[in-house]
């Protein structure tokens, strides 16, 4: 069983829907949880990062962290075509440094 | 900035050649790690370094090599290529003081074939 699970849709939701991605983990020791966003044919890019439990939200982007369920979501107001990207979540131990990613979800947002 | 750099952008190798997959970084960043992504299998983590001269395995190190000889590069080197190294290869640095110690920055990948 991998460390972080995330199921890699893929995922399509029209114009204007709440999105809502998943990442499930088994390492109780993640404390730092963090999404990266992947456009076709290109590197990923940090989305957002939260430390322990808790919600963070950022624009139209909200991040949560339960950690008593080992589980981790982001959630996409008013998606946008432009959000059409692979979403991967990501977890560490310790600050900084070797990350475990999950699968990636690939979302498509149709005008 | 150029930020993390990779070359070459594409490879086609055959079967039991040997290469080196380039990356270069200029933020001076301690943290350089090498990543495969497969479909489905999201970024798996083969090598990566805190440091010059100090290198340790990720989750898939068999059949590659790296070194650092410097904080700018992390050099990945295939010894003799198989079919199931057939992948998108990416390099990404960090910081592990001031700055966001979170955010990896990735390079554009390396897209190889081996046949």
């Known amino acids: 069983q991998k460390e972080v699970e995330q199921d890699p849709g893929p995922l399509s939701v029209p114009e204007g829907a709440i999105v809502s991605l998943n990442c499930t983990y088994s390492?109780?020791?993640?404390?730092?949880f963090m999404w990266y966003r992947q456009y076709s044919r290109k590197g990923p890019e940090l989305l957002m990062y939260?430390?322990?439990?808790g919600n963070k939200e950022d624009g139209r982007f909200t991040a949560q962290v339960d950690k008593s369920s080992k589980y981790i979501s982001l959630f996409i107001r008013d998606s946008q075509p432009s959000d059409s990207a692979t979403y991967l979540c990501?977890?560490?131990?310790?600050?900084?440094?070797?990350?475990?990613f999950g699968q990636g979800t690939e979302l498509s947002v149709k005008p | 900035n150029a930020g993390v750099t990779q070359t070459p952008k594409f490879q086609v190798l055959k079967t039991g050649q040997s290469m080196t997959l380039q990356c270069a970084q200029d933020?001076?960043?301690?943290?350089m790690s090498w990543y495969r992504q497969d479909p489905g299998m999201g970024l798996r983590l083969i090598h990566y370094?805190?440091?010059?001269?100090?290198?340790d395995q990720g989750e898939v190190p068999n059949g590659y090599n790296v070194s650092r000889s410097t904080t700018e590069d992390f050099p990945l080197r295939l010894l003799s290529a198989a079919p199931s190294q057939t992948s998108v290869y990416f390099c990404?640095?960090?910081?592990?003081?001031?700055?966001?110690?979170?955010?990896?920055?990735f390079g554009p990948g390396t897209r190889l074939t081996v046949t």
């Open positions: 933020m001076n960043h301690e943290y």
């Open positions: 370094s805190v440091g010059a001269g100090i290198t």
């Open positions: 390492n109780s020791a993640f404390q730092y």
């Open positions: 990404a640095s960090s910081t592990l003081g001031l700055g966001n110690p979170y955010e990896q920055y």
């Open positions: 939260t430390y322990s439990s």
């Open positions: 990501a977890m560490n131990v310790n600050q900084g440094g070797k990350l475990i």
